[in-house]
């Protein structure tokens, strides 16, 4: 899944969007909320597990 990610983070730059608005992550569950605590993130998606929605959620 995560060439769809990919494929949106690519459509989102040519589309002209600053450096860096958009990133794709491919990270393990135990990083998670790492990333999702760091202030300089404003919002997640995701496509995982059950385990991570349930992160992402909490």
């Known amino acids: ?17 600053p450096e860096g608005l958009c990133r794709t992550l491919l990270v393990e ?12 993130v404003a919002a997640v998606t995701l496509t ?3 385990e991570v929605g349930a992160i992402v959620a909490a």
């Open 1 to 17: 899944m995560p060439q769809c990610a990919l494929a949106v983070e690519e459509v989102v730059r040519k589309a002209g969007a």
């Open 48 to 50: 995982g597990s059950t």
């Open 29 to 40: 569950v135990g990083q998670v909320a790492d990333v999702i605590a760091d202030p300089r």
